[in-house]
C-alpha cells in the first residue's frame, strides 16, 4: 500500500481530468473533471443516470475510460481493475455487488486481499473495526441472513480493513435508517479528520450532502454542472442545479431526503385529492395473531401480529429495518408460512404456505427487491407484463401473441412505462420504469389489498412522485394499501394510519395527525432500547 | 424367488471380493469426484471429467511402457487429465465458448484418440505391487479392500483431505467459492473469476488423470479405449449426490461404487440374471438416489453460468 505518497495536502489525492466514457452511443460521463484532497469529504450529487456511479467505476479500475487521465498523488495512473485501484490505496464500499450471501461476515471481509488466510486474525480485525467505529456486527454470521443494513456494515468493514486512504461511498445511506445514517456521517467525519483520508460520498440525497461534505460536485446527464464548498451551498440551489430547474413537488423534497420540519409544514395529504378518498368500515385484510418463526433457532420473525386493512386506506408499516417489515411482506407475498394465526382476505381465511395463494386472494405485492422477486429481467417487457397472470392472453394454454403485444401495450400507454415496446428486454429499461411494469402487472389483477414494499427504493425524483401519486389513486379507488417504508417522509406523507413494528411486533399505532419524525422515531426507537 | 434373492445378496455381501471390487471402483470414482468437487465449487460443471480420466489411464499406460514405473506411470497419468483440462478450461472459460460443448466433444475425441494411439504404440503396462497395512488388512471381509491395496490407492488418503484444507482453509479456496456463489461480487472484490475457474479445471484434470492412471496400474495393467465407461459422469453425480460437501461426494462414491461391485459379485458367484439388466443397475441407483437427494441440496449458486466481466 503506498500510504505515504501523498502526505503533503497541498498535493490533490486525487486528480480525475477530462474522463470520457461512453456506452453504445450512450455518453455516461462527458470530460468530467474531480479533485479530491485528503481530510476532506467530497460530495458527488446527482439524479440516478447522471454518470456518478460510472465515474467511480473508473476510479475504481471496474470500467476503462475511453478518454482522459488519472493522477493520484500526483502521479499518472491506469486502472485496470479493483485489485490495482486497492494496490494504490482507493477503497469502496459499494452499493451492490460486493458480498457473497452465502459466505460468512468474515470470509468476506478477507475476499480480494492477498497473503495466506488467516481467519482468526481476520475476525480478531472485524471486531477492533466494529468497535472503533461502532459498527456491531458477527464475525461468524452468514451474510446471507443479514438484513441491508448490516449488509451494509460488513461491506465499509470490509472497505476500512485495507486502510484506504482514498475511500468512496456509493449511496450509503439508501438501505440505512435516519439514525443508522447519523451514525454512518459521524463515523466519516472521524475518518477523514483524524485519519488524514480523502472521502467521495455519492448522493443522490440533498441533506445529507449538505450534512456530512466539505465541497460539491453536482453532475447531470455525464456533465459537472456545478462545484462549490458546502458552506457556499443551500438546498434549493443544489436542488436546481441537480434537476436543472426549480424544485417544489413534495416527491422531489423526498427523493432528496430533505428532513427540515418547516419546510415539510406546508405539504401534507390534506392538499389534493387524498381527501377525497372513502374508507369503508369493514376490513377486507385482517392480520389476526399472526407469528412467524425463522428458520433457524426459532427466532420469531413476527410476533402475534394483528392488523386490519380498510378498502381505500393507506396503511404504512414504519420500523427500523429488520424489525419484521420484510417479513410481513413475504407473508403476503405466500412466501413464508405461519406458525399460528391466520390471514383472512374478504372474510375467507388464505391457505398459508401455498404458492399464490394470497395472489389468488386478491393481494397484489410490490416487493422489495425489484430484481430478486420482481421481474426477470432477461424477459420483455410483454412477458414481465403478463406472467403473472398468462390466462387472460392464452388460448388452451397457448399465448396468443397479438393479445399479448396489444394487452402490454396498452398498460404500458396506460403506465406510461418508458420503453421501446413490449418486446424491450426489461433491463434495457430505468429502474423506475422496471418499478412501473410491477406496478401495472399488480394492479392488472385487479387486488383488493395493495402491499407496497420499499416502493421507491432507488428510484430518481420523477420516478418517485409517479409511484407517489398513483398509490394515492390506487387507495381513491378503493384498495386497500399497506405500505412497508424505511422512509419515514414517505409513510408520513401518504399514510391514513401508521403502525410501528420493533422486533416482529407492533409497538404503536398512530393516526396521520398525531405521527411526525418525533413520535415515530420516538416509537422506533424507544422500543429498541 | 425371493428367497433366492436374499440368499444372493448374502452371497454377494459376504464375499471379500465384492468390497475389494467396490474399494477399486470407489478410489476410481473418489479421485476423479474430489477433483469434480474442487471445480464444481467454483462454479464451472466439468463434464470432461469422462475424459480426463481415459486420458490419465492412457498416459499412464505411456508412462509406464517409457519409464518402467508406475511413479512415472501416475505422473504421466496426471500429465495427461492435465492437458484436457487445459483445453477446457482455455476454451470454455477465456474464449467463453459453451462449457458442456466443449465437455462432450472433448470426452468423444479423447475415446478415439486414445484408441487409436492405443494401437499405434500398444503401451505395455502392469500392475503396482499391493502395499498391505498390518493387522488392518486382517480385518474380517473390508480389510483387503481398505488396507491391502495397490499403494497408488493409498494416496487418496492424502488428497481428499488436502482438497478439503484447500478449498475451506486456503485463501486460494474462498476465493474459488465466491467465484462459484456469486462472480460479479469476487470480481468486484478484485478476484479474478474466469483464473480461479481454470485453476479449478486444472486441478480436477491432475486428479481425474492420477485416477485414470490408478485403475489402470491397479486392476487391468493394459489400456483399452473402453476402460473408464462413464465413470466420469457417476463421479460428477457422486458431487450432486454430496450436496457439493467433500464427505457427502466420497459417501456418493462409495455409494455407486457399491452398486457396481454388487452387479459384478453376483455375476462372479454365477447368478444367473440378465446380464444387460444387471449392468444397468449401478445406473438405475445412480438416478434413483438422485432423484431422491439432488433436490434437498444447494449447488453453487453460480455453477455452470458463465461469467463476462462488465455484464449485469
Request: with cysteine.
Amino acid at each position: 500500500m503506498t500510504g505515504t505518497g501523498g502526505s503533503d495536502p497541498s498535493v490533490p489525492a486525487v486528480q480525475l481530468t477530462g474522463i470520457t466514457k461512453r456506452f453504445g452511443g450512450i455518453v455516461a460521463c462527458d470530460q468530467v473533471d474531480l479533485t479530491l484532497y485528503r481530510g476532506l469529504v467530497h460530495g458527488i450529487l446527482g439524479e440516478n443516470g447522471a454518470g456518478k456511479s460510472t465515474l467511480m467505476k473508473v476510479l475504481i479500475g471496474l470500467v476503462l475510460p475511453d478518454e482522459g487521465s488519472i493522477l493520484i498523488d500526483g502521479q499518472p495512473r491506469t486502472i485496470h481493475d479493483p485489485l490495482a485501484a486497492a494496490a494504490l490505496g482507493i477503497g469502496m464500499v459499494h452499493q451492490h455487488f460486493s458480498l457473497v450471501d452465502q459466505l460468512s461476515v468474515w470470509e468476506n471481509v478477507a475476499l480480494g486481499e492477498a497473503g495466506k488466510l488467516d481467519s482468526s486474525g481476520v475476525r480478531r480485525r472485524v471486531a477492533a473495526i466494529s468497535e472503533q467505529y461502532g459498527l456491531d456486527i458477527d464475525p461468524e454470521a452468514q451474510v446471507g441472513t443479514l438484513t441491508a443494513g448490516l449488509r451494509q456494515r460488513v461491506e465499509i468493514i470490509k472497505c476500512l480493513r485495507r486502510d484506504p486512504h482514498i475511500l468512496v461511498f456509493d449511496e450509503p445511506t439508501s438501505v440505512l435508517t435516519p439514525e443508522e445514517s447519523e451514525q454512518l456521517f459521524s463515523t466519516l467525519r472521524e475518518v477523514v479528520a483524524a485519519e488524514n483520508r480523502a472521502v467521495v460520498l455519492v448522493s443522490h440525497k440533498l441533506d445529507e450532502v449538505l450534512h456530512a461534505t466539505d465541497e460539491i460536485t453536482i453532475m447531470r446527464q455525464g456533465r459537472v454542472v456545478d462545484r462549490r464548498p458546502t458552506t457556499d451551498a443551500d438546498a434549493r440551489s443544489l436542488a436546481r442545479a441537480m434537476v436543472g430547474r426549480e424544485v417544489s413537488l413534495r416527491s422531489e423534497r423526498a427523493a432528496f431526503g430533505l428532513t427540515e420540519i418547516e419546510e415539510a409544514a406546508d405539504v401534507g395529504p390534506e392538499d389534493g385529492q387524498a381527501a377525497e378518498t372513502v374508507i369503508s368500515d369493514e376490513p377486507v385484510l385482517r392480520i389476526e395473531g399472526v407469528t412467524v418463526r425463522g428458520r433457524r433457532g426459532g427466532a420469531r420473525l413476527l410476533d402475534d401480529i394483528s392488523l386490519d386493512l380498510r378498502a381505500g386506506e393507506i396503511v404504512g408499516v414504519a420500523g427500523v429495518e429488520g424489525n419484521g417489515q420484510r417479513t410481513l411482506g413475504d407473508l403476503l407475498s405466500s412466501l413464508v408460512p405461519l406458525d399460528s394465526g391466520q390471514v383472512v382476505v374478504n372474510d375467507s381465511v388464505v391457505r398459508t404456505g401455498a404458492p399464490g395463494a394470497m395472489a389468488k386472494a386478491g393481494i397484489g405485492v410490490i416487493p422489495e427487491d425489484r430484481h430478486d422477486s420482481g421481474v426477470v429481467l432477461d424477459m420483455t417487457v410483454a412477458e414481465n407484463l403478463l406472467m403473472v397472470d398468462p390466462h387472460r392472453v392464452a388460448r388452451h394454454g397457448v399465448m396468443d401473441k397479438g393479445q399479448v403485444t396489444e394487452a402490454a401495450q396498452q398498460m404500458i400507454e396506460e403506465f406510461d412505462i418508458g420503453c421501446s415496446g413490449p418486446d424491450a428486454p426489461l433491463w434495457s429499461l430505468s429502474g423506475g420504469n422496471q418499478q412501473r411494469v410491477v406496478l401495472a402487472r399488480e394492479l392488472a389483477a385487479d387486488p383488493d389489498v395493495l402491499v407496497a414494499a420499499q416502493p421507491t427504493r432507488g428510484l430518481d425524483v420523477g420516478a418517485i412522485e409517479y409511484m407517489t401519486d398513483r398509490l394515492r389513486q390506487t387507495a381513491v379507488d378503493g384498495v386497500a394499501v399497506l405500505l412497508i417504508s424505511s422512509e419515514l417522509e414517505e409513510i408520513l406523507e401518504l399514510s391514513d394510519r401508521i403502525v410501528v413494528m420493533s422486533r416482529g411486533r407492533i409497538v404503536g399505532e398512530l393516526s396521520h395527525d398525531d405521527a411526525n419524525l418525533e413520535t415515530l422515531g420516538l416509537l422506533m426507537g424507544g422500543s429498541e432500547a | 424367488m425371493l428367497i433366492d434373492f436374499f440368499s444372493a445378496v448374502g452371497d454377494v455381501l459376504s464375499s471379500e471380493s465384492t468390497y475389494i471390487n467396490g474399494a477399486l471402483f470407489a478410489a476410481l470414482l473418489a479421485f476423479a469426484a474430489t477433483g469434480e468437487w474442487v471445480a464444481e465449487r467454483s462454479g464451472t460443471l466439468n463434464i470432461s471429467v469422462e475424459g480426463m480420466l481415459l486420458s490419465g489411464a492412457f498416459a499412464g499406460a505411456l508412462g509406464y511402457h517409457l519409464a518402467d514405473s508406475v511413479v512415472v506411470g501416475l505422473v504421466f497419468g496426471a500429465f495427461g487429465g492435465l492437458i484436457i483440462a487445459v483445453v477446457q478450461a482455455q476454451m470454455s472459460h477465456r474464449l467463453t465458448a459453451d462449457q458442456f460443448v466443449v465437455g462432450l466433444t472433448l470426452n468423444i475425441l479423447i475415446v478415439g484418440l486414445t484408441g487409436f494411439l492405443d494401437r499405434e504404440i500398444d503401451p505395455r503396462a502392469d500392475r503396482a505391487s499391493t502395499v498391505e497395512i498390518p493387522v488392518l488388512v486382517d480385518i474380517p471381509l473390508f480389510g483387503q479392500a481398505l488396507f491391502g491395496e495397490p499403494w497408488p490407492f493409498y494416496l487418496l488418503y492424502g488428497l481428499v483431505p488436502l482438497s478439503w484444507w484447500l478449498v475451506y482453509r486456503t485463501r486460494w479456496g474462498l476465493e474459488l467459492r465466491a467465484a462459484g456463489e456469486n462472480p460479479q461480487s469476487a470480481d468486484v472484490s478484485g478476484i479474478d473469476v474466469n483464473l480461479r475457474r481454470r485453476q479449478s479445471i486444472y486441478y480436477a484434470g491432475l486428479t481425474s488423470g492420477l485416477g485414470g492412471a490408478y485403475f489402470l496400474f491397479a486392476q487391468i495393467a493394459a489400456f483399452d479405449d473402453s476402460i473408464i465407461r462413464g465413470q466420469g459422469f457417476i463421479a460428477i453425480a457422486a458431487v450432486i449426490f454430496g450436496g457439493w460437501t467433500l464427505w457427502g461426494t466420497m459417501g456418493g462414491c462409495v455409494v455407486f461404487a457399491g452398486a457396481l461391485s454388487f452387479q459384478l459379485s453376483l455375476q462372479g458367484l454365477g447368478y444367473e440374471l440378465n446380464t444387460e439388466l444387471l449392468q444397468a443397475l449401478p445406473y438405475l441407483v445412480t438416478i434413483g438416489t438422485m432423484a431422491i437427494f439432488a433436490r434437498r441440496v444447494r449447488s453453487p449458486a453460480a455453477l455452470a453460468q458463465p461469467f463476462i466481466r462488465g455484464l449485469k
